[in-house]
């Protein structure tokens, strides 16, 4: 079933956008992901990986505009766990043995270095592009009580609550991310080359062409 989003962000089209040096975005993992992980697009098929790649280009645009990109500490968290899914799933496909995901973390020591040493690469990466957000990320009672109401109201998973939190209270409204989630969080401007969001924006009136 296809998804039905209700758009109350303002979107934008980042492959017809042109960034400007006053720019400041939070960037999301997946962007991150796809820029500074090599093998993040090995398995899609060709529509995909040139919808994907698309992102490391605005990045790199960005970057050249002197944009600012912003980054929060619990994207490592994130980006790890996606690059160590990838690396399971690389070495299944080489043949190897059907191990769990945790017997391949703990039982294949050389296996996990090189593991560890594609996030470290792949985070100096992320650090090279961009900064950290000014406002640093305090997961605190207020910040976990806050992040559960807007659970309530808001189609988002749990990184993006604290992500959200971290942008507010850093100034920063603009959003790079193929998740079409952050497409339902008012306030804020949705930079994206998801086809179903631009799709949804589109009948709904929310596109923005800077």
């Not at 398995?43 to 970057?63: E, P, V």
């Not at 690396?87 to 090189?114: Q, S």
């Not at 305090?138 to 604290?162: C, R, S």
Request: glycine share 6%.
């Amino acid at each position: 079933m296809p998804i039905r989003y209700a758009v109350r962000a303002q979107v934008v089209d980042l492959q017809a956008d042109t960034p400007r040096a006053g720019d400041a975005f939070l960037v999301d993992t997946n962007a991150w992901l796809w820029t500074c992980y090599a093998k993040a697009t090995l398995g899609m098929d060709h529509r995909r990986r040139q919808q994907t790649t698309c992102y490391a280009g605005y990045l790199n645009r960005c970057a050249r505009a002197g944009s600012s990109l912003r980054w929060c500490g619990l994207g490592l968290s994130e980006l790890a766990h996606q690059i160590e899914r990838a690396e399971y799933e690389i070495w299944l496909a080489a043949g190897h043995a059907n191990e769990k995901p945790k017997e391949f973390r703990h039982n294949y020591p050389a296996e996990r270095v090189r593991v560890v040493q594609e996030i470290e690469n792949a985070w100096h990466a992320v650090e090279a592009l961009g900064t950290v957000l000014p406002a640093p990320l305090v997961v605190d009672h207020a910040a976990t009580t806050n992040a559960l109401a807007e659970y309530k109201t808001l189609a988002v998973d749990g990184y993006d609550l604290f992500f959200l939190q971290a942008a507010r209270a850093s100034g920063v409204t603009q959003i790079i991310s193929d998740d079409g989630d952050f497409c339902g969080v008012p306030g804020i401007t949705l930079f994206t080359s998801n086809r179903s969001v631009l799709s949804a924006a589109h009948a709904q009136g929310k596109m923005l062409v800077r």
